[in-house]
Each structure stands twice: as C-alpha cells, then as structure tokens.
C-alpha cells in the first residue's frame, strides 16, 4: 500500500509545521508526517521550512537570528488568522515528543542546503535516538553530502535523497550513497522511474503530490509513499483506487 505522508503536516487546511497541522494530520488518515528544521542562534533546532520566518509567522528575518525563545514569541499562524488562539513553531523535541506516542512514520527534511547549520545533523540524530525512533525516521535534504554524513553517524536511520529534477538511473544513486529510497519531485517521477526503482528495491517517494490526476497515478503504480499537503483527499483517493469492483 502506498502510504500518506502529510506535507508540513496538513498544510492545506491547518498552518504548516506546526503541531496543530500535524496532529491534524494523523486525525484525518495520515501513515506519516514531512517536516522542515532550521536551527536557531542558540543551536536549537525548530521545525520550520523557509530560512526566514516572514512567511508564516508575524515576525521578520532569518531563523538563525533570533534565539528560541523569541522565536517562541512569534505566531506561526500565518494565512490562517480565523484561527482561535495562536500556533508557535515547534522544536524538533516538541514533535518528537508527541510523534513517540502515535505510529506515525517522519520525515525529517534538513533545510541545510542555503545555511550550513553547523552539527545539525548530531543534533537531529541524538533527538532521534533520545526518542527511540530510529525506525520510524527518514532524515532528507538536497544537501546530499548531509545526508551521506548522516548515514555515517547513524546508519540504522534511513536516509533519501531530494530530488527537484529527473535523474538518470536514480535507483543506482540511491543504492550508491546507501539510501534505501528517495524523494523526487513528482514531475521527476514517471510510471518507468518509479517501476525500475521500486524492482531494484528502492523506495520512492515523491513531493508535494497534490492534483488529483497525480496522486491516481502514484496510487495506481504502487509508490511507496507520496508526499502530500492533503492527507485527506489522498486518502478518499487511495480507498477508491484500492476499491474492489
């Protein structure tokens, strides 16, 4: 079965990255989560997507500027004002904490590939093992030589590469940086790329897969997971792909 993994949590119907959206997203069907993490001038690590915080929260300027607990201060509601009080972006450690109570499957994206955040990756890794979720957790980025890193320092977490072209043979990449999947955009992910893949044993999950023509095909081909910013269309998709006749 292809599973659901929610897009910053239900980012289509909640603020994204926050724990609102990804106990929203377990709610409404999700097999997992896609979350971001950028760390903060006292080496935090916060569970954000973009380097600066203008987009989705009140605030101005980058991540690594500001301390945790102004970050606190911030409120990460964004587009999503009717909202009744206000959401903070989360510590990595915060959604761990609450991850380690559900079944849910992560997949933790490194936003190093702008900012190289110095000993980010122990930081994650340590959290991880702190939580005992090495097997639930899939540690991404497009910084590659990140993830190789990662791999070195803890090779029971799984690693997958992000890709936002097509890639000749992505299969044979995976397997050669010892990844056990990877993660392209879903125009980079063809029925033919996504069979060859998953025949050598390769998984393959493709990002933000939110038309509904997509997510058939995905569904229809049997991709491992597809990542998505409505886990609940997808599902209602899934279970009428997967429908007896």
């Known amino acids: 079965m292809t599973l659901i993994l929610a897009h910053r949590g239900y980012a289509a119907e909640y603020p994204e990255n926050t724990l609102l959206a990804f106990k929203e997203a377990e709610k409404a069907g999700a097999e997992g989560l896609e979350l971001d993490v950028q760390m903060t001038r006292d080496g935090e690590l916060v ?59 992560c997949n933790i994206e490194l936003k190093n590939s702008i900012i190289t955040y110095e000993g980010m990756e122990e930081k994650v890794i340590n959290m991880v093992r702190a939580y005992d979720l090495s097997d639930r957790i899939i540690i991404s980025s497009f910084n590659h030589y990140s993830i190789v890193h990662s791999y070195l320092l803890a090779p029971e977490i799984e690693i997958a590469p992000l890709l936002s072209e097509g890639l000749y043979m992505p299969w044979i990449y995976a397997q050669s940086i010892k990844a056990k999947g990877f993660h392209p955009h879903w125009r980079a992910a063809p029925d033919q790329i996504v069979r060859a893949s998953l025949e050598s044993g390769i998984e393959v999950r493709p990002y933000t897969v939110n038309k509904e023509t997509e997510l058939e095909r995905l569904f229809k081909v049997d991709c491992s997971a597809i990542i998505t910013d409505d886990p609940a269309k997808a599902r209602r998709i899934r279970e009428k792909i997967n429908r007896p006749e």
């Open 47 to 105: 569970v954000i997507h973009d380097e600066k915080v203008d987009r989705t929260t009140d605030g101005t300027g980058l991540v690594k500027d500001y301390s945790l607990k102004e970050l606190k201060k911030l409120d990460a509601r964004f587009k999503f004002e009717a909202l009744p009080k206000k959401e903070l972006i989360p510590t990595l450690d915060e959604v761990l904490e609450w991850l380690s109570g559900t079944k849910l499957v």
